[in-house]
Nanobody
Framework: QLQASGGGSVQPGGSLRLSCAAS????????MSWYRQAPGKPREWVASITRGDSTNYTDSVQGRFTISRDNAKKMVYLQLSSLKPEDTAVYYC??????????????WGPGTQVTVSS
């Protein structure tokens, strides 16, 4: 299971830190990602981090958002800075890996709302 937290309402230029905790029978966490879905728009990929800590970002957030992970705590984070109104969306974490039984999994979190408005 995944549980996301840290969303909220901020003014343009503000910051938030999203967290996503993985729980359950997990042997290994592989790629961990954040997506977002704005009202009336399809869900879009925002950022990913690999087991080797290699990161990638969509162009619109490059330099403003930072993804990180803590494998020991089974957590993935997204630091959102210099927020813009167009960053308003529900943010979802997505985690892939292996269960204790070595079965692959690919799970989505329930989403957390980020609203950027003056």
């Amino acid at each position: 299971q995944l549980q996301a937290s840290g969303g909220g309402s901020v003014q343009p230029g503000g910051s938030l830190r999203l967290s996503c905790a993985a729980s359950g029978s997990i042997y290994r966490l592989d790629r961990m990602s954040w997506y977002r879905q704005a009202p009336g728009k399809p869900r879009e990929w925002v950022a990913s981090i690999t087991r080797g800590d290699s990161t990638n970002y969509t162009d619109s957030v490059q330099g403003r958002f930072t993804i990180s992970r803590d494998n020991a705590k089974k957590m993935v984070y997204l630091q959102l800075s210099s927020l813009k109104p167009e960053d308003t969306a529900v943010y979802y974490c997505r985690v892939s890996g292996l269960t204790q039984g070595f079965a692959p999994f690919d799970r989505w979190g329930p989403g957390t709302q980020v609203t950027v408005s003056s």
